[in-house]
């Protein structure tokens, strides 16, 4: 496979970006790119929509027509792009407060519309952009800003609820395996209807130094062994995964976990 | 071809937008305002338009937004809880500059209050109900008929200033069927495109008068767009100046258009001696009121805006100027009162005649609220 120049994709005159050293938010950014380069995907008809947070303001640096929404609605928005101009490539970057606590809505119901659009969510546990904040993707346990004892509730599990909700396409994969993802996202971009990739990721400024959990690399490699998340739900529902993972955490399911072919949401009546 | 049919408020709303090339709507059930909703599922599939219903009001603004980005006419109707949920769509509206029209048919509030029930509660929250310094523009049709027609408008000033437009009307007008003659067409302005090329392309640099050119996503300018503070490249900022300059922009622009969107109505108000001043439904009990005090002799008019903000106190200043009372009759406890006390600057004495119980004003109350000022105005 040839390696891809991710430059041209990039708004380098918006450069310095606002991430923190050691973020693993711009390894997943760049996977994506590259997968947009993979499937062929013509620059001007790409449209990248984004909620509020640290992952939403990397849309800002795509050179794509990029529409930075408000926290938890960028389903919304990219609904209407979608159903408005259907020959367009609509993706959504999200986080994890963004798409599941006050987004959550929006994402459920984009999923079981089953319409052609393709959600990241990246996850790291934590609202970085507001403090260090616990989220709902909180492990039970972990500290955070506003759990300073411990966090005592459980933490969502996004890919179990987006086969419940009825997407089409889901995926998890994290930010330490940047090739895996590469592939996940070229497969979720050409799926028709609604694909969810959930990436694991990291921040080390709140999550990593609240729970000591080190800087970036230390950060990346506790991605790749962390087994205190529990996934048995979703092994049962495992349709697919043909994908290769070689470093899949234990006890939470990496890879394409759920893909069917099911009816595209276009709003008209020939679809 | 204009064609004769007896249709509801609501029905000519939808008629209004589409026939203003109004191809996308998303919303959702609300009383009383779902007949538009109904009346769109219907009609717009055949104008290769697409409906969507959605899960609440906020995506659903969210919706037509994104379909606005996209090249779409679009709207959304709603009514008070609705019209509450909206009001962080409505913002981001104004900061991204995203044309798109929003009807609010008013229901008793507050809160779920009265569904089935008329009131002009929401006046200031269609103005002030998103936080932050921002313009409005909102339209008070007072009939089915101007229904239609200021839909229309509306669409018009959302395409033509890249800003939501607001159609506020009540209970009772959405439902009051009256015989129309409408056209199935109507030609109006549209948004600007860029001139330039997309390389040469900055989102948010405007001409002017103050509107910056749009192209719809998928056009071949590749732009982004944000609900933050940002520069004319449409990214964001935190330099002070850049920011007071985006907001005194997004407000200057409809100040510079301000006579175009301002439109009121007078009714025998030349040697009125007193001015009513009411809109939407009120205003046709006050036209009633108005006819039978001139049958008695008495000098009464109306003054009724068909645009409430940009609120027209140029319009009551001059149009009241010779008058000794101004009655302000509205169905709240007192919101339009206030604006119309700062257009009149003690120039008369400013009455209100207010009733916030989910009934219409009707004639016989006002001409009982203009009692003890009508010996005044025999003439």
């Not at chain 2, 900061?95 to 002009?120: K, L, N, Y």
Request: include cysteine; proline fraction near 7%.
């Amino acid at each position: 496979m040839t390696i891809v120049d991710i430059r041209p994709h990039l708004r380098e005159w918006a450069m310095p970006h606002v991430l923190c050293a050691g973020c693993a938010h711009g390894i997943v950014g760049r996977a994506f790119l590259v997968a947009t380069d993979r499937a062929g995907i013509d620059p001007d008809r790409m449209v990248v929509v984004a909620g509020i947070g640290c992952s939403s303001r990397l849309v800002g640096y795509l050179d794509f027509c990029t529409l930075h929404a408000t926290h938890g609605r960028a389903p919304a928005f990219a609904t209407g792009v979608k159903l408005a101009r259907p020959e367009l490539t609509v993706a959504v970057f999200s986080g994890d407060g963004d798409g599941l606590a006050i987004g959550g809505n929006h994402l459920i119901h984009a999923a079981r519309r089953n319409i052609d659009l393709t959600v990241v969510l990246f996850n790291n546990e934590i609202y970085g952009m507001t403090g260090g904040q616990v989220a709902p993707t909180t492990q039970r346990g972990a500290i955070a800003s506003t759990t300073p004892r411990g966090n005592t509730e459980p933490a969502f599990d996004s890919v179990a609820l987006m086969i419940g909700a009825g997407a089409s396409f889901v995926a998890r994969a994290s930010a330490s395996e940047p090739f895996t993802l590469e592939r996940i996202f070229t497969e979720a971009l050409t799926h028709r209807g609604f694909a969810f990739v959930e990436v694991l990721s990291d921040c080390p400024t709140y999550f990593g130094r609240y729970n000591r959990l080190g800087d970036g690399p230390e950060m990346l490699a506790w991605l790749t062994r962390q087994d205190s998340r529990v996934a048995e739900p979703l092994a049962a529902k495992r349709v697919v995964d043909h994908l290769p993972i070689p470093e899949a955490p234990p006890g939470l399911d990496l890879g394409v976990l759920h893909r069917e072919e099911r009816p595209v949401f276009t709003g008209r009546r020939s679809g | 071809m204009k064609q004769s049919r007896l249709i509801q408020g609501n029905e000519a709303c939808a008629l209004g937008a589409v026939a203003a090339g109004c191809r996308f709507y998303a919303g959702y059930p609300i009383t009383p305002s779902s007949e538009i909703a109904e009346y769109m599922a219907r009609h717009l599939p055949e104008e290769d338009g697409v409906f969507v219903q959605m899960e609440d009001e906020i995506s659903s603004l969210g919706a037509v937004i994104g379909a606005s980005f996209a090249g779409a006419r679009a709207m959304t109707a709603t009514s008070g809880p609705g019209f509450s949920l909206m009001q962080e769509h409505i913002g981001y509206a104004v900061m991204a500059e995203a044309p798109c029209v929003i009807v609010d048919v008013m229901r008793a509030g507050p809160s779920t209050g009265r569904p089935t029930s008329p009131s002009q509660g929401d006046v200031m929250a269609a103005r002030w109900g998103t936080h932050g310094d921002h313009p409005a523009i909102v339209l008070t049709p007072a009939s089915v008929t101007e229904i239609f027609e200021l839909t229309v408008r509306a669409f018009e000033l959302a395409e033509t200033l890249r800003m939501p437009v607001i159609v506020l009307y009540d209970e009772v007008l959405g439902h009051t069927r009256e015989t129309v003659e409408l056209p199935p067409r109507v030609e109006i302005a549209g948004r600007r495109t860029p001139r330039v090329a997309p390389t040469e392309f900055r989102p948010k640099e405007a001409g002017p008068d103050g509107v910056p050119p749009l192209p719809a996503f998928g056009d071949g300018y590749r732009f982004h767009v944000t609900g933050l503070t940002h520069d004319e490249r449409g990214f964001p900022t935190d330099e002070a100046e850049v920011a007071g300059r985006l907001i005194r922009r997004l407000h200057a622009k409809v100040e510079a258009h301000r006579d175009d969107i301002v439109e009121v109505e007078t009714l025998l108000c030349d040697d009125a001696d007193i001015v009513i001043f009411a809109f939407g439904i009120v205003a046709r009990a006050a036209k009633e009121a108005v006819m039978v005090a001139r049958a008695q002799g008495l000098r009464v008019g109306l003054l009724r805006p068909r645009t409430i903000w940009p609120f027209p106190d140029r319009e009551v200043a001059k149009i009241t100027a010779g008058a000794s009372v101004v009655l302000v009759a509205e169905m709240n406890l007192g919101q339009v009162v206030r604006e119309v006390e700062r257009a009149v600057a003690g120039n008369a004495r400013v009455e209100g005649l207010f009733r916030a119980d989910g009934e219409a004003i009707d004639p016989e109350e006002i001409l009982q609220a203009l009692a003890p000022d009508l010996e005044g105005a025999a003439r």
